[in-house]
């Protein structure tokens, strides 16, 4: 009932930054709480950052300081600033949805996915 559909994926150097964006169409509403994710090539998948129920944002320690996660709600659109790209960074990063209440970490508690974007980093 929710689609979520990411883009802003590339290559780029490392230091560089790249914006992440997922628009949310379908049955969305305000009930709904969004994280990112991401999965490096041949490794699980790991938590990056998200929403709490009050709105306060939580981050991966891998990523804190570098990468912010943030939203329009007007436009039903998520974002993922990532900043000072290293080549770990390197993974698939994912998008999505969970009702409030449930872990913000655990992917298992989310109930929609994005397709996924490619971000790849070089030296």
């Known amino acids: 009932q929710v689609q979520l559909v990411e883009s802003g994926g590339g290559l780029v150097q490392a230091g560089g930054s790249l914006r992440l964006s997922c628009v949310a169409s379908g049955r969305t509403g305000s009930s709904y709480r969004m994280g990112w994710f991401r999965q490096p090539p041949g490794k699980e998948r790991e938590f990056v950052a998200a929403?709490?129920?009050?709105?306060?944002?939580y981050y991966a320690d891998s990523v804190k300081g570098r990468f912010t996660i943030s939203r329009d709600n007007a436009k039903n659109t998520v974002y993922l600033q990532m900043n000072s790209l290293k080549p770990e960074d390197t993974a698939v990063y994912y998008c999505?949805?969970?009702?409030?209440?449930?872990?913000?970490?655990?992917?298992?508690?989310?109930?929609?996915w994005g397709q996924g974007t490619q971000v790849t980093v070089s030296l």
């Open positions: 929403f709490s129920w009050t709105g306060s944002t």
């Open positions: 999505a949805a969970r009702l409030p209440g449930r872990s913000y970490y655990r992917d298992d508690n989310y109930d929609y």
